[in-house]
């Protein structure tokens, strides 16, 4: 038999205790397909007396995530704490420069300071593999580093958040507001500790900053990334862009051109019969578009226990078979710095106002499009609904850049017309 891969476990939530779980129960098969056992030595968490749903025979129990890392009987630290900051962080570092291979799930940690890590990483010559980051149980970061390092990838783009995806497609099935299925989301346990990490947008555009990373050589940059929540968003936006044809998705969509790298993870409308459109609740599906291979489509579930430890299996099983990657898919070393680009391409927007029934309110509302360069394709006003004194109006523009939809909207608002907060959002014909 060959030797064991030696492993040290910190973080025993929903995904390390599943990594324990899965490789003490499936140990004959995972020994077979790695060519040898992969064997936990020791393990660390807050609280020592916790059930995790595993056994703790001949597995030592660490006090502290640091001293695990460096751990003389390890060779792979596998962080499953969470957290761009903190003991996630300092373990990560120190498993690093105790020359440990690394295997973590922490896109918040990787979408911050991934770049320097990977440097690090290569100077210790050591693996830092991170599957289980981007999108659970779906093989992005394989797909990308391996099956298409051979193609030039011109963008990518997906649902990568499926707490947003509950939210937006339970809010069109139900009728309700976002309100009412957030509330529920978190009762279903499906928020983060902090929300705004979810429906503001944060964890999909970490995921969407380490894809851009592979895809298109550049270091991680998470800063230079738009990021837009989908917390205006109404039933009555559902719906009027339902009648459209389209459904509203929190989309990451990541493109290099001459100019830069634009990164966005935002509400979008979609057409319900692209690939994006067509996900329903907590599924995430990523499409990775190359040059020469076209459209990949990877579609499953995002998270959970079985999906996401499985991940952390695929890059253990790897560094046990002796197989070494760049953590993003090259050296280190060679990752530009990528311009950030503000202004993208240009497209349609789909624009919603509660204006004054009053009269010329339209015609004013429409100047100010006018006046910023903005063409209107399509205006439609909804009768008095609510307060007998404003209407809904829904503008759909031709496509106009970023810049020209904000001094429009800008003088939409000092036209006095509008008596509610404007929803603007981009409509990618993905
Ligand atoms: N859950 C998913 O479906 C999923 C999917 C993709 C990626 N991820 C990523 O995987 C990582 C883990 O997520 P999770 O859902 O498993 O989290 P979790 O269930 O909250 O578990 C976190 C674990 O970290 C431990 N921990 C917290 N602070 C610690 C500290 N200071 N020192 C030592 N241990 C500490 C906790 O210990 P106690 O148990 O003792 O409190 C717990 O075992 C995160 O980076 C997350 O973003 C998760």
């Known amino acids: 038999m060959n030797e064991p891969l030696r492993i040290g476990v910190a973080g025993l939530g929903t995904v390390g205790a599943g990594v324990v779980r899965l490789l003490q129960q499936n140990a004959d098969m995972i020994t077979k397909r790695a060519g040898r056992p992969i064997h936990v030595v020791a393990v660390n968490a807050r609280d020592k007396e916790k059930a995790r749903g595993f056994s703790f025979e001949d597995i030592e129990w660490n006090d502290d995530a640091a001293s695990l890392a460096s751990h003389r009987d390890i060779e792979v630290f596998v962080e499953l704490i ?17 020359g440990k291979h690394v295997v973590t799930a922490n896109k918040a940690l990787l979408a911050i300071h991934g770049h320097a890590m990977a440097e690090a990483a290569e100077t210790a010559a050591v693996t830092l593999r991170f599957e289980a980051a981007v999108a659970g149980g779906i093989p992005v970061v394989k797909a990308l580093t391996e099956s298409l390092a051979g193609d030039r990838i011109k963008q990518v783009y997906g649902v990568m958040n499926g707490t947003c995806n509950y939210i937006l497609t339970k809010m069109e099935s139900t009728g309700k507001d976002y309100q009412d299925i957030f509330d529920e989301a978190r ?4 928020l983060e500790a902090d929300p705004k990490l979810d429906v503001g947008g944060i964890d999909a555009g970490h995921k969407l900053a380490l894809l851009a990373s592979i895809a298109f050589g550049n270091r991680v940059d998470f800063r230079g990334m738009d990021i837009e929540g989908i917390e205006q968003i109404t039933f009555e936006d559902i719906q009027l862009a339902g009648d459209m044809g389209y459904r509203i998705k929190l989309l990451g969509i990541a493109r ?4 830069g790298l634009e990164q966005r993870t935002q509400p979008c409308l979609v057409p319900k019969d692209s690939p994006p459109g067509w996900i329903e609740n907590a599924t995430n599906i990523v499409v990775l ?8 489509f990877l579609q499953g579930a995002g998270a959970g226990q079985g999906p996401t430890s499985t991940a952390v299996l695929g890059d253990l099983i790897d560094i046990a078979r002796g197989r070494r990657i760049s953590t993003f ?25 509660r204006i004054l029934d009053e009269p010329g ?4 509302i429409a100047a100010a499009f006018g006046d910023a360069g903005v063409s209107i394709h399509r205006l439609r006003q909804y009768g008095r609904r609510i307060d007998d004194v404003s209407a809904t109006v829904l503008i759909v523009t031709y496509q106009t850049s970023r810049q020209k939809i904000k001094h429009s909207l800008t003088a939409v608002r000092q036209s006095g017309m509008t008596i509610k907060p404007i929803v603007s959002i981009r409509i990618e014909d993905v």
Do not use: C, F, N
């Open 289 to 296: 578009e190359g040059e020469e291979t076209g459209q990949v």
């Open 361 to 364: 309110a339209l015609a004013k």
């Open 329 to 353: 898919g090259q050296a280190a070393s060679s990752l530009t710095k990528a311009t950030p680009v503000q202004d993208g391409r240009d497209v349609a927007y789909y624009v919603r106002l």
């Open 187 to 190: 009762d279903l346990g499906y």
């Open 256 to 259: 290099m051109s001459e100019r």
């Open 82 to 98: 969470g957290g761009d900051e903190g003991v996630a962080k300092v373990a990560v570092e120190k498993a690093i420069q105790s």
